[in-house]
């Protein structure tokens, strides 16, 4: 039986986001009351988190975006860009926390005492870029622990499988001259943010390290596995990576309110095992997940089950 973590802290609640947001505390708390009333609850290790040192959100965000954040959060201010990524004071301290949750489980899964992990964090992060809010998100929590993983692990080659529906905008640009790190977004196509085109496959050094599979909308399960089977699971051969991570957005679910995509429990159930496979060729059995979006409650908690059924019950 796998060696399976859930890295969760209670402060992640502290980021309130006002009434009627959809990436609320909420979404934490009737996932973490489901899994208690699930099996697997006594088979997870709950692993507590620290804030990130910003030395390492430094890895992939400048200094004066990292102090913009800070000053803006702890002046009051409620809204960060556009629109949509709303904040409150603690909400810097809360996204130290969420970094700080995913380089706890590289440490423990790279230190082989987790096989996996699962980071049960907010605010989000993928559509972070390098020095932009966006998308509910602040700092880029896949990115940072990829980074991580790389210098304080000595990790060459990391991939990052993003199945949440928006296109993980943020990790695309953070990497896209990278060839040390293989992006691989599904996401519904067209919709918000926009990008995640076919043609975007990464430039300079990093070209063909960014994989998008754009899917229509409706599309579900049967389109999902076959772009794993013919285009995923084929560049991740290829790249032969010793760490995978997944961006696990849980919103491309047919219950989901921001999108139309019909996925179910069992569609990520699925894709979780072929990722598995993956990570048992080339990585030792090495898989972080790191929580993104999931909107409607009651099918996040579901999906999130589905997903660590999955990583508890494989064996390498």
Request: aromatic residues 8%; glycine residues 8%; contains cysteine.
């Given at each position: 039986m796998n060696n399976v973590g859930l890295i969760y802290h209670p402060d992640y609640l502290k980021h309130d986001t006002g009434s009627n947001h959809p990436e609320r505390p909420e979404r934490l708390e009737t996932m973490l009351?489901?899994?208690?009333?699930?099996?697997?609850?006594?088979?997870?290790?709950?692993?507590?988190?620290?804030?990130?040192?910003?030395?390492?959100?430094q890895k992939v965000h400048p200094e004066y975006y990292i102090k913009m954040i800070e000053k803006r959060c702890l002046a009051g201010e409620e809204i960060l860009d556009d629109g949509d990524?709303?904040?409150?004071?603690?909400?810097?301290?809360?996204?130290?926390?969420?970094?700080?949750?995913?380089?706890?489980?590289?440490?423990?899964?790279?230190?082989?005492?987790?096989?996996?992990?699962?980071?049960?964090?907010?605010?989000?992060?993928?559509?972070?870029?390098t020095a932009k809010v966006m998308g509910f998100c602040l700092f880029n929590n896949v990115a940072i622990g990829a980074r991580y993983a790389q210098l304080?692990?000595?990790v060459d080659r990391v991939a990052i499988v993003d199945w949440d529906v928006h296109h993980g905008n943020g990790t695309q640009e953070i990497f896209y001259e990278d060839p040390s790190v293989l992006y691989v977004s599904l996401h519904q196509y067209p919709l918000w943010p926009g990008t995640g085109a076919l043609t975007e496959t990464g430039s300079g050094k990093g070209e063909?390290?960014?994989?998008?599979?754009?899917?229509?909308?409706?599309?579900?399960?049967?389109?999902?596995?076959?772009?794993?089977?013919?285009?995923?699971?084929?560049?991740?051969?290829?790249?032969?990576?010793?760490?995978?991570?997944?961006?696990?957005?849980?919103?491309?679910h047919k219950d989901d309110p921001l999108a139309n995509i019909q996925l179910t429990e069992e569609s990520f159930a699925t894709m979780t095992e072929m990722l598995m496979e993956i990570s048992a060729t080339?990585?030792?059995?090495?898989i972080i997940s790191v929580l993104e979006g999931g909107y409607n409650l009651h099918a996040l908690a579901r999906s999130v089950e589905a997903h660590l059924t999955v990583l508890i019950n494989e064996t390498i």
């Open positions: 009351q489901h899994l208690l009333q699930t099996p697997i609850w006594k088979q997870l290790h709950h692993l507590q988190p620290s804030l990130a040192a910003v030395e390492w959100i990524t709303h904040v409150c004071p603690d909400s810097y301290a809360v996204a130290l926390l969420a970094a700080g949750g995913v380089l706890h489980a590289v440490d423990q899964v790279m230190n082989n005492t987790l096989h996996s992990a699962f980071c049960a964090g907010r605010p989000p992060g993928h559509h972070a870029e304080n692990h000595g063909g390290y960014t994989l998008n599979c754009p899917m229509k909308p409706g599309s579900g399960e049967k389109e999902y596995l076959e772009a794993f089977r013919n285009r995923i699971l084929p560049a991740l051969h290829k790249f032969q990576p010793q760490l995978l991570m997944v961006s696990a957005g849980f919103d491309a080339y990585c030792g059995g090495k």
